[in-house]
């Protein structure tokens, strides 16, 4: 099984959802900053994140591309995931409005709370209330038609959903912690700017380490959940 993967940085790619989409059976075929017709076929497709946003995607031809793609995906309920930019781009496509959050700029690691709802998905059921996940966005979207809210932090309610077969995260399951140091460091200059203590968000680390087979597993579960609704 195909499960194509969208990624628009070098280093943004599927991280810890790579092997758990293999284990689950799927080849994964990258695309970076490119969309094929196929792939409006393929059996599951991922985007990944990036710094531009949906709504400058006249200045980034492949969002538009990738927007067509999803919606038409969408309309056909084939499985789609959406990591960040990608789950933003998931979220458009549905028909919300994406647009810089008014609450700031969320990175580092911090807690996100799984609604009731999210506790009752095939993915999510069984994980504690709150789970250390990495968190690196501006931008968020107004909720999602149709789809289920799955998980929210103090800073921003629209944090993950599911809709149809197709799931979208706003932060960052895949990362590790040693990956998202990287990200720390690669990002330093920007996240000055932004006045963030880069210092203090690495010091944060541990505790994504610590969450790390727990969030691996959950990303076998949603591999496996996607896998299983194709066969």
């Given at each position: 099984m195909r499960a194509v993967v969208f990624e628009h940085e070098e280093h943004e790619g599927p991280g810890l959802l790579g092997p758990a989409l293999e284990a689950a059976g799927f080849t994964l075929v990258r695309r970076f900053r490119t969309v094929k017709r196929e792939d409006v076929d393929a059996p599951l497709v991922v985007v990944m994140g990036g710094p531009m946003g949906v709504y400058e995607a006249d200045a980034h031809p492949f969002l538009n591309e990738e927007l067509a793609l999803l919606g038409e995906r969408l309309a056909n309920d084939r499985a789609c995931v959406g990591v960040c930019l990608g789950a933003q781009l998931l979220a458009a496509a549905a028909g919300a409005t994406v647009s810089p959050g008014k609450n700031g700029f969320e990175?580092?690691?911090?807690?996100?709370?799984?609604?009731?709802?999210?506790?009752?998905?095939?993915?999510?059921?069984?994980?504690?209330?709150?789970?250390?996940?990495?968190?690196?966005?501006?931008d968020t979207y107004t909720p999602v038609p149709g789809a289920t809210l799955l998980a929210s932090t103090d800073r921003y309610t629209q944090q993950a959903f599911r809709l149809g077969r197709s799931y979208g995260f706003q932060f960052h399951l895949e990362l590790t912690a040693q990956e998202l140091g990287r990200w720390l460091e690669l990002g330093e200059e920007d996240l000055v700017t932004r006045g963030k203590d880069v210092a203090a968000l690495k010091a944060q680390l541990p505790k994504l380490k610590a969450a790390e087979a727990e969030n691996t597993e959950l990303l076998h579960r949603l591999a496996h959940q996607l896998a299983k609704g194709l066969r």
């Open positions: 990175v580092g690691v911090g807690p996100v709370r799984w609604t009731q709802d999210a506790l009752k998905d095939p993915v999510m059921a069984g994980v504690k209330p709150r789970t250390a996940v990495a968190h690196w966005h501006g």
